[in-house]
């Protein structure tokens, strides 16, 4: 081998490991690509499904707020009524599903010419177990 000669495989053995290292990460980025998107739509979901109950609690509101009585049932959801004789006040409380694990809560407290909101919140369906699979200990 002259001196002459150009030796190229050290170059290519180079060019080689970067064209293998930009398709490793172009392959992770679109793996993360995939996973952001189907993140993106369930939060899209859940959002979307909180609004529409929270916009039917609303309306469920404003008829309760328009009628003499208050009704056993709104718009197929039910409602219930405690009368609380030491405030003297009406508690009414009824739930909107989410979706199948969740629900949005409302608890209100009305008065002769005024109303509070005690609870509006989101909580589970679910029946919470507890997970005892692993064997912990505990010192007393």
């Known amino acids: 081998m002259s001196k002459s000669e150009i030796d190229i495989g050290s ?6 490991f970067t064209v293998l290292c930009f398709t490793i ?6 793996s993360a690509a995939g996973n952001y998107k189907a993140l993106t739509e369930a939060e899209a979901r859940m959002v979307k499904s909180y609004y529409e109950a929270d916009t039917l609690a ?3 509101l404003a008829e309760i707020l328009e009628s003499d009585t208050i009704p056993a049932s709104i718009h197929g959801v ?3 009524i405690q009368q609380d004789c030491d405030l003297m006040t009406e ?3 009824f739930s ?3 979706n199948e694990e969740k629900e ?8 002769v010419d005024t109303y509070d909101i005690l609870s509006w919140r989101i909580r ?3 029946e919470w177990r507890v997970d005892d699979s692993l064997p912990v200990l505990i010192y007393n």
């Open 11 to 16: 170059a290519s053995i180079v060019l080689v």
């Open 58 to 60: 609303e309306r469920i």
């Open 96 to 98: 909107v599903k989410t």
């Open 78 to 80: 039910e409602i219930k």
């Open 91 to 93: 508690i009414v409380e």
């Open 124 to 126: 589970s369906t679910k």
């Open 104 to 111: 949005l809560y409302v608890k209100l407290a009305f008065f």
């Open 25 to 30: 990460f172009a392959l992770i980025s679109y």
